[in-house]
């Protein structure tokens, strides 16, 4: 792609926008009230906005590698603490999606330098689950397979900390756990059983009051 090409394409953009209503940047600059938390993958071809079919404004975005809640990564922590805190968000989404490139690298055993810590929290998530995915034969199932169990673990490191604790028990917050399917375009909802799984490990992680009959 040549590079000047953003700029005309922005261009472009701001002129459609102002067509269709001319004060739509001056209301744009009043500030934001999202009712989301997408926490996704950094992935070119996952576009938070565009497979939700929202608009701007609507969702507050973070992503990474994986779609990663590690809960020394400051900057994740941050951007969760102030979206339930300050923006006082509704949901709370952790999106992967099938063919995932950190997935991926995380089941092969390979040295990947500065990667290897990152990948390193996805291995264990392998390591969890690893006798329910040593049972799957086809590989490409089986890789799938962990990108759903990773959003799963993602969702749990999430209902750990302390802020979202409190925001289900005060006001009824939710988790969920979606997998978008590139090659199909679907965005599917894993209904995860957060009760089932939390139940033997609850007084563990109760920091604010974890009530695991709201989830």
């Known amino acids: 792609?040549?590079?000047?090409?953003?700029?005309?394409?922005?261009?472009?953009?701001?002129?459609?926008?102002?067509?269709?209503?001319?004060?739509?940047?001056?209301?744009?600059?009043?500030?934001?009230?999202?009712?989301?938390?997408?926490?996704?993958?950094?992935?070119?071809?996952?576009?938070?906005?565009?497979l939700m079919g929202v608009k701007p404004g609507d969702v507050f975005v973070h992503r990474n590698i994986a779609n990663m809640v590690i809960s020394i990564d400051l900057n994740m922590m941050s951007v969760l603490t102030y979206a339930v805190e300050n923006l006082s968000v509704d949901h709370v989404v952790i999106c992967g999606?099938?063919?995932?490139?950190?997935?991926?690298?995380?089941?092969?055993?390979?040295?990947?330098?500065?990667?290897?810590?990152?990948?390193?929290?996805?291995?264990?998530?392998?390591?969890?689950?690893?006798?329910?995915?040593?049972?799957?034969?086809?590989?490409?199932?089986?890789?799938?397979?962990?990108?759903?169990?990773?959003?799963?673990?993602?969702?749990?490191?999430?209902?750990?900390?302390?802020?979202?604790?409190?925001?289900i028990r005060n006001r009824g917050m939710k988790i969920h756990g979606w997998v978008f399917d590139v090659s199909t375009g679907k965005l599917i909802d894993l209904k995860i059983d957060f009760k089932n799984i939390l139940k033997e490990i609850t007084e563990i992680y109760d920091l604010g009051g974890m009530n695991i009959d709201s989830l």
């Open 1 to 50: 792609m040549d590079i000047t090409t953003v700029f005309k394409n922005n261009e472009d953009w701001i002129a459609g926008k102002l067509e269709k209503n001319p004060d739509y940047f001056k209301n744009l600059a009043k500030g934001q009230n999202p009712d989301i938390l997408y926490i996704g993958c950094s992935d070119s071809r996952v576009s938070a906005e565009d």
């Open 97 to 167: 999606h099938y063919y995932c490139g950190g997935v991926k690298a995380a089941m092969d055993a390979a040295d990947l330098g500065i990667l290897n810590p990152w990948l390193r929290n996805i291995r264990d998530v392998y390591r969890l689950h690893r006798k329910e995915l040593n049972g799957i034969e086809d590989e490409s199932s089986k890789y799938n397979r962990l990108v759903e169990l990773n959003v799963q673990e993602q969702c749990v490191n999430v209902l750990k900390t302390a802020v979202v604790q409190k925001a």
